[in-house]
């Protein structure tokens, strides 16, 4: 039995967002409205209920710049939330989603090539661990698999 590790963005970004900092383009985000259809959060994991102002914002999971570095749209809630703390587990939205689009990153930060997967909800956690098992792979991105969104990242307890 392995310890995965299901981690939302870390806080301190969050909140620099949620309080108007830039996004990966150097943008505002944008608030929206919620229609209670498929508006996930990256930081609690859950999706911001209908009528709760969010954020869309361009994000990028990586520190530095480089040919791997993807960025792309995300939702926040607007509002300050938690992040999500039971990162032993799936998170429940994402155990009632379709799929989710897994792929390895080396230590560098690269795309380990041939690693993209579709997985269903009940094959995450023994894919992701498939994929960690692997000497060349240090974490998983779980992203979506029609849009390439970014959710949250997978790796093994430290």
Known sequence: MTNLIYSPLPTDRVRALQRGGPDAHGNVPEIHVSDGNGVPCRHCLTDVPKGEEYLILS???????????????????AR????????????????????MLLRGYDRTNR???????????????????????????????????TNNCYHFRIEFEK
């Open 59 to 77: 994000y990028k999971p990586f520190e530095k710049d480089q040919p791997y570095a993807e960025q792309g749209p995300i939702f926040l809630h």
């Open 80 to 99: 300050e939330c938690e992040a999500y703390e039971d990162q032993h587990e799936l998170p429940k939205l994402y155990k009632r989603r379709a799929s």
């Open 111 to 145: 795309i380990v090539y041939g690693t993209g997967l579709t997985a269903a909800p009940q094959e995450i956690k023994e894919a992701a661990e498939q994929l960690l098992a692997r000497d060349d792979i240090a974490y998983v991105h779980a992203r979506s698999p």
